[in-house]
């Protein structure tokens, strides 16, 4: 079970242990606001994700390695 919190940081859960936390994100590589949404995506590894956060990021992560995001994009929204 992967999971975005408000601090930024993603979490990893191993549900078969009653809910245990088996990983997380570095705070310095994570997000710098809350995460509004996480997609696994279709990889020949079969465990790469993405996190969207507030703070205009977006991060590619692969499950085996959280300690920093594999890549990162910017996005900025103008609505004038």
């Not at 809350?34 to 020949?44: E, G, N, P, Q, R």
């Not at 085996?64 to 990162?72: G, Y």
Request: glycine share 6%; net charge negative; with cysteine.
């Amino acid at each position: 079970l992967f999971a975005g919190l408000a601090s930024g940081v993603v979490c990893m859960y191993d549900v078969r242990q009653s809910g245990y936390q088996i990983n997380y994100s570095d705070i310095q590589y994570s997000h710098r606001s809350a995460i509004t949404d996480l997609k696994i995506l279709k990889s020949k590894s079969a465990s790469e994700f993405v996190s969207v956060g507030t703070d205009g990021q977006i991060l590619f992560w692969d499950c085996r390695n959280l300690s920093r995001p594999m890549e990162n994009e910017v996005y900025s929204v103008d609505f004038n």
